[in-house]
């Protein structure tokens, strides 16, 4: 079993009973409000150590909640880390692989489980507002789409907005296009959240809303008059980055207030994080405004380093979450499916494997015991390694031997699946990472018993994952185990 470090951190996630003024069996059954950004690093934030970008809205959100230090997405890169999210899964195990293009075979299948589906079935009303990014075929009834997810109602994206992220042409309401639009893809993404729980119609339900912005992935749009408010960055990208984050921030504080205006606050739970960590600096044509930040963390996106994923995560719940609080206990993305189970009463799926944890217990004052361990799996990881694991103080991290010429530049085909189906781990390092989050201390040798536990066990759940894992054909026929 697996234990969080110390009672000091036993507050983590949705914690404390300090504030809590009735029994489980009398409180209300929260809403659920989670806000996910895209290629927001773990220091972009002024609540995380940024010097510069100004984010009062979210800092103010984390003053009325719980700062998650140790927060980790379900992988570094965007499609994989929506379906570990939504599934509580690895996303190796449900065949995403990689990002999703256009007219790619790779979706979400429709016996992948979600929060949405499971609250949607427990009465809940559910909204997806955003980038969706987990199917090739968007707006197509040959793959899911959010409602076949769970979501009654929906306004989203299938990528990035485009033409670009300022006026944007490409979102689609309940399957109708909407057109072009006026105003930035968060500003936008605000309206349509805040439209919805206005126009509720039975507001005597609870509510499911997933808020999935855009920002501050490429292609960067911002506001001028936030561009303004950084007169001494030192290139007019850094300027337009800052003022997207920020841009993004002025979103949240939006959506937040909507919720405190209905007197919500007390009965919503808030979860906000990213998808993964900061684009890397002039990767692709036209990365040139990339400047996010992975704070201390060695490694950006598409890292399996905890720059990669190691993420911003903040929790509120008033009256529940004692205000004010930082936890360093790690936790998952993976873990929100089971949480929101057992707070809403709801039996765990059973026909897939789980790899999140419910965090409940801490609200009791126990420790969590992780049936499973963090890990990570992405066959184009930069920096030569494409698997890690996390158990308590320690890290292992790996490289696969998927061969030279396996192509890791775009999205995943699917004539390769079998290649990387085959498979194995080699070259592990062992990071002490309570320790050394910045992974600069190599510790095998010092730690061999350390060092071959987690080598066994890493080896043990990329086997599971990758025998898991779909096929997928061309021609667009059903994938198979």
């Known amino acids: 079993m ?74 570094p890169l965007c499609s994989p880390a929506r379906a570990g999210l939504m599934t509580g899964r690895i996303p190796t195990r449900s065949g995403i692989y990689s990002w ?101 119609g039975d507001a005597a339900s609870p509510f499911f809303m997933f808020v999935c912005f855009h920002e501050p992935h490429e292609p960067i749009a911002s506001p001028e008059e936030l561009v303004q408010k950084y007169p001494d960055a030192e290139k007019r990208g850094e300027a337009l980055y800052y003022a997207n984050v920020s841009n993004m921030d002025k979103a949240v504080g939006r959506i937040v207030e909507a919720v405190d205006k209905q007197n919500l606050g007390e009965e919503t739970l808030i979860v906000f994080t990213s998808d993964n960590g900061p684009e890397t600096l002039n990767r692709y044509r036209n990365a040139w405004r990339s400047h996010g930040s992975p704070g201390p963390l060695r490694g950006m996106k598409l890292h399996v380093y905890e720059g990669g994923i190691r993420v911003p995560g903040i929790v509120r719940w008033t009256g529940t979450i004692s205000p004010g609080q930082v936890s360093d206990v790690p936790v998952g993305s993976v ?94 390092e062992l990071y002490h990472i309570s320790e050394d989050i910045g992974e600069e201390h190599e510790v095998s040798a010092s730690h061999p018993e350390v060092f071959a536990r987690l080598t066994k066990l890493a080896k043990e759940k990329y086997s599971e994952i990758i025998e898991e894992g779909p096929y997928w054909y061309e021609d667009g026929r059903e994938s198979k185990n």
Request: charged content about 20%; glycine content about 10%; proline content about 6%.
């Open 2 to 75: 697996l234990h969080s470090r110390s009672l000091s951190c036993l507050m983590a996630l949705f914690i404390s009973l300090a504030g809590h003024r009735s029994s489980a069996a009398d409180q209300k059954t929260p809403n659920v409000l989670v806000i996910l950004c895209d290629d927001l690093g773990y220091g972009d934030l002024g609540c995380f150590g940024h010097p510069t970008i100004q984010t009062p809205h979210l800092d103010q959100l984390a003053e009325e909640g719980m700062r998650l230090t140790s927060c980790y997405s379900a992988s």
């Open 100 to 200: 999703i293009a256009p007219k790619n075979p790779m979706y979400l299948k429709r016996d992948e489980t979600t929060i949405a589906t499971l609250l949607k079935q427990s009465g809940y009303e559910t909204c997806h507002v955003g980038k969706w990014h987990l199917n090739g075929l968007f707006n197509n009834p040959a793959q899911t789409q959010p409602n076949d997810h769970g979501f009654d109602h929906w306004f989203s994206t299938q990528n990035n907005a485009g033409p670009s992220h300022q006026d944007p042409n490409n979102f689609v309401r309940n399957g109708e296009p909407v057109g072009e639009q006026s105003g930035f893809s968060c500003q936008l993404v605000a309206d349509e959240a805040i439209r919805w729980l206005d126009d509720r």
């Open 335 to 428: 873990d929100l499916l089971p949480t929101v189970c057992e707070l809403v009463d709801i039996e765990l799926p059973s026909t897939k494997t789980l790899d999140g944890t419910s965090l409940v217990k801490l609200w009791n004052g126990s420790e969590i015991e992780r049936e499973e361990p963090l890990f990570w799996h992405y066959y184009g990881g930069t920096g030569n390694r494409q698997f890690a694991l996390r158990d308590g103080d320690w890290k292992i991290v790996a490289q696969w031997n998927g061969g030279a010429d396996f192509p890791t530049g775009g999205s995943l085909r699917p004539g390769v699946v079998p290649q990387l189906k085959s498979s194995t781990l080699e070259e592990f």
